[in-house]
């Protein structure tokens, strides 16, 4: 055989051989595809799976940039023992266990670490143990652990060098803790969501990622490569209505009325006049453990609202039978009978016939009651008044974005299966028989103040997509003028007169001019012989002229003798009202405004002494010396005027344009109780210097 044929015949073997490989591959191939597939997938499925990883969530943001809730990454920790050749790990595994021990004291000793991972590196090779060759380092690391930890010995040489094996997870944060809590929401693992957290879920949530994971000991997976290696997606980010420095107030004084009164809970809105936009929105549960955000009792708590329903029935009056404010009502004393039922005041104050005005500054339950029965003396006319709350918005929920918000509970005469009778109508002209959530109550309120817009309350304004603006939201009208423009004006005047010579005069602020309403229900009046529980409400707006802001304030079940709603609930409105009005600069500047020239700017007060060691050091000569414990300073044109200050026992001081030290000095010599809200010097103090102590609080401003 010459070699062209040998070398043909070496060729066509290779080839056979080839093919015959070829086809035994290709059946094997078949017979596992077609006929074993399934026995091999379960297998590859117990063991590797793709999971579905979410992306980081996005950011929810106040109206001033503040974050309310991030995500932040934690890593948990596992390392494969069989990763690393011995030399490397005998090298490394003391000052590994070393570096363990420092960091993670709970842990364990370096002795413990070295003899757990030299055992379970043995058990592994041994494969006597399933899966014990991952074993657990650490979880719930932050990413300035994991930065350190990559640089232990050993472990700095990767995943297949070293056997470090990373899972990354994102964990919820508020950085303001219980503030608006409940608003913001939760966003819980295997749980329902709450709040925005909910609401905007979609928004936050980014694209789900596909990662490859494989299934270790104790159901444990962990990913086949580094997750801090990927470029991690990322969801939109809320901006809402919300003002922190608002919240932060309005959660401070909600909370010290809770506490001081022994309540069970409390809940306070204050939402933007004009657009109904929410800025602060605190609600507060008292348990043995302190005080918490558990449920959203603005948005989804039904009760009777008592007395501030009572704008709703003065405003149908006017619409339906042109109530006017100098009618004259009987209030009987203050004790009447409704068909079977007697229906009492707060108490019995002796008065009969006083004008529909009147009856409203006191609060009386006789007289409006009184007032809608002869407008509604009727099934029929009654309907009508059923038919003017459904055109006032009051039969209807609000739509804020938040899930959850209840339906109002309001009969109707005509309605199958309701128990309507002859008393109905006038207790539900003072607030009985009707439920309605706080914000329902609040943004009727609301509408009153703007003139008669009812605004649907929003707490997002933005979304933000990649830092960019991607869409907006506003203000939305939900029923346009819900009354005719002089009632709503008499209704505003209704509120001013509450609050300067009524019920409302605990409200009443030399800061301020505040218009409202308060509000006092008996909670379980059904049950005649349990012990008696009170909601205690106010709502109103400020300033009363060109309102800005609408406040509502409700406290459950107010424990000891105080319980009515000016009591209770009208000081905290105060004190929101007094500290919105230093924050908001437009506010500030208006108040200044009005002042016309008397906020402080170069007066100042304060220790002598103080001011001898200033004034030597700048070289400036008084005009009239002073050894006196405490001077106020007025500068001129070309001299300083230095004259005693008076500071008197048993009486307000005056401590405008004194520092704050010198302020609280003083006060707390005499004995004053006093808050002090702002920086610098005090330029306006809510008490005038020479009244009686006892009794009084004094508010300073410091600016």
Known sequence: MDKKNEVLVRVYLLLAFFALVALVMICRVIKISQFEGDKWRGKADNNIQ??????????????????????????????????????????????????????????????????????????????????VRYTKIVDNITLDQLAKLKAYPILRRGKYKGGLIVSRKNKRFKPFGELASRTIGKDRVNADKVGLEEAYDKVLSGPVSNVLMKKVSGGVKVPLFDPSELK???????????????????????SRAVLDHSASAGTAILMDTRSGAIKAISNLENSKD????????????????GSTFKLASYL??????????NESVNLNGGKKKFYNLTMRDSHLHGEFNVSAAEAFKMSSNVGVASLAMNVYPNYEAQQNFI??????????????EIKGEAEPKVKSPRASGVHWNGTTLPWMAHGYEAMFTPLQILNFCNAIANGGDLMKPYLVDKILKNGEVWETFGSEILVKQIAKTENIRKMQALLKATVLDG??????????????????????????????????SFVGYFPAENPKYTLLVQVYNPGGDHYYGGKVAGPVFKNIAEGVMLIDDQLMHRLEDED?????????????????????????????????????????ENELTVERKKILKNKIPDVIGMGLRDAVYVMENLGVKYKVYGVGRVWRQTVKPGEDIEGKTQIVYLK
Not at 72 to 85: E, N, T, V, Y
Not at 233 to 244: P, S
Not at 316 to 325: N, P, S, V
């Open 50 to 131: 793709w999971v579905e990883v979410e992306s980081e969530r996005g950011n929810i943001f106040d109206s001033r940039g503040n974050i309310l809730a991030t995500s932040l990454p934690f890593f948990d920790i596992r390392m494969d023992l069989l990763a690393s050749k011995d030399e490397v790990f005998d090298a490394g595994i003391d000052s590994l266990c070393l570096m363990l021990a420092q960091d993670f004291p709970d842990l364990g000793s370096a002795a413990s670490w070295k003899t757990r991972l030299a055992r379970d590196r043995k058990l592994g090779r041994e494969q006597k143990k399933r899966g």
């Open 232 to 254: 991690v997606e990322k969801g939109n980010d809320l901006v809402t209505t919300l003002d922190m420095i608002m919240q932060d107030l309005v959660h401070k004084e909600l």
């Open 290 to 305: 302190g005080l918490h955000e558990v449920r959203n009792y603005a948005v989804a708590r039904l009760s009777e609202p």
């Open 316 to 325: 149908a009056m006017m619409e339906d039978a042109d109530l006017q404010l």
């Open 387 to 400: 038919e003017r709350l459904e055109s006032f918005g009051l039969t209807s929920k609000t739509g804020t």
């Open 503 to 536: 019920t409302g005069k605990s409200v009443r602020s030399n800061l301020v001019d505040i218009a409202g309403k308060t509000g006092t229900t008996r909670v379980n009046y059904v049950d005649k012989d349990a012990k008696k529980q009170y909601n205690a």
């Open 596 to 636: 016309k020239g008397e906020l402080v700017t170069s007066y100042h007060a304060g220790f002598a002494d103080d001011y001898d060691v200033v004034l030597d050091y700048l070289g400036l000569k008084a005009a009239v010396p002073s050894r006196n414990r405490w001077v106020d300073i007025t500068p001129k």
